[in-house]
């Protein structure tokens, strides 16, 4: 079987694939033949040196993958072969709040998913939705999660009002899920053509955060000048959110993919009357909490485009672009 390999901060050209013998399950491990894997940041930010979490070296790369059961391991109960899953990204994580020791993750400490055959531990497995192929169901382990949490997570109501950043991954499923949860969403984006897809995708208005950089004034302007209840924060522009958000909602502090965290004026947290909340994408129980969701109203995660195992690079090279509306998928 073929893995690709990376190394924290050895680029998209770092990137090297090789054949190792097929591994073989050992007691609670499951072994899987991946069908398809999907691009979230953390890819590029490990391939970039900047990922927030350990990395070990020579790493099999990607959190987010699908795939089917080919064979079990002594003591396996909860999958058999056959079977079509996916994974948690932080294997130990089950339930309840994050702590230190769930840290380790897939395609990062430990080995993740852009590879032939992945040997997972049970307690990671997530079946996947009945309606959703493999490459739909790859999409969701870190982004669709982190959406999940970013609404949910903090135990409150989700609020009538979600404010959502941009068209990436955590974004396009915080609207969707959003959407399906029954609240009205204000998605930001950076230009006309998104903001057009945005809308068909079910936002209730659309606001281009290039044209309008105070774009927290429209949102107030379309709440009455309350604000909205909750804004998933991917872009780490934390006083603009705190600027958009109702008093007492929630903002679900999720990313800095601006590339320009906005340093905090801790006055604007006082101002705000919200409360501020750090994502660590969720747990297993979440992840099967947010499937229920997804099966209840069908929802179906939006793919931009599809690349061969053997052009693992190029897609890369094509989500690093930043064109792609919609997961970038790698089938295997
Ligand atoms: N905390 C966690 O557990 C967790 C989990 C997953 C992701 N993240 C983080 O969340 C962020 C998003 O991840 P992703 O996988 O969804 O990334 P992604 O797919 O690469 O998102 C790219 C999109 O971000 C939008 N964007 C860029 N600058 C923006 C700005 N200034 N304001 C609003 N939107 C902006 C753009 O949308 P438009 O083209 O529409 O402008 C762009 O298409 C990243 O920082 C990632 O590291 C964190």
């Given at each position: 079987m073929r893995s690709y390999h990376a190394t924290s901060?050895?680029?998209?050209?770092?990137l090297t694939i090789r054949e190792h013998a097929d591994p073989r399950p050992g007691p609670g491990q499951v072994l899987v033949a991946v069908r398809a894997v999907s691009l979230s940041h953390r890819e590029l930010m490990i391939l970039r040196g900047d990922y927030v979490l350990p990395v070990k070296p020579d790493v099999v790369p990607v959190s987010d993958g699908a795939g089917e059961v080919v064979a079990i391991g002594p003591g396996v109960t909860a999958a058999k072969v056959g079977d079509r899953v996916t994974a948690t990204?932080?294997?130990?994580?089950?339930?309840?709040p994050f702590g230190r020791?769930?840290?380790?993750?897939l395609g990062g400490s430990l080995d993740g998913m852009l590879t032939e055959l992945a040997l997972l531990e049970e307690r990671a497995l997530v079946p996947v939705p009945a309606h959703l192929s493999y490459e739909e169901a790859?999409?969701?382990?870190c982004a669709a999660v982190t959406a999940w949490n970013a609404l949910t997570g903090d135990g409150a109501p989700i609020g009538a009002t979600v404010v959502t950043q941009g068209s990436g991954g955590v974004s396009l499923f915080a609207l969707q899920l959003a959407k399906a949860l029954g609240a009205r969403v204000i998605a930001t984006t950076s230009g006309p053509a998104k903001a057009e897809r945005l809308l068909k995708l079910g936002a209730d208005e659309v606001v281009d955060y290039r044209a309008a950089p105070e774009w927290p004034s429209r949102v107030r302007e379309l709440t009455s000048g309350n604000g909205a209840d909750r804004v998933v924060d991917v872009a780490g522009d934390l006083e603009r959110s705190l600027a958009a958000v109702a008093i007492g909602g929630h903002v679900a502090s999720?990313?800095?993919?601006?590339?320009d965290p906005s340093p905090l004026d801790p006055r604007a947290v006082f101002r705000s009357g919200a409360s501020v909340h750090g994502i660590a994408v969720g747990s297993r129980a979440q992840f099967l909490d947010m499937n229920r969701v997804i099966e209840t109203h069908r929802l179906r995660p939006l793919i931009d485009r599809v690349f061969p195992f053997d052009w693992a690079p190029d897609a890369y090279r094509y989500y690093a672009s930043g064109a792609a509306f919609g997961k970038v998928v790698i089938a295997v």
């Open positions: 901060g050895g680029g998209i050209d770092g990204l932080f294997p130990s994580w089950q339930d309840g020791k769930h840290l380790p993750q790859a999409t969701l382990p999720v990313g800095f993919v601006s590339g």
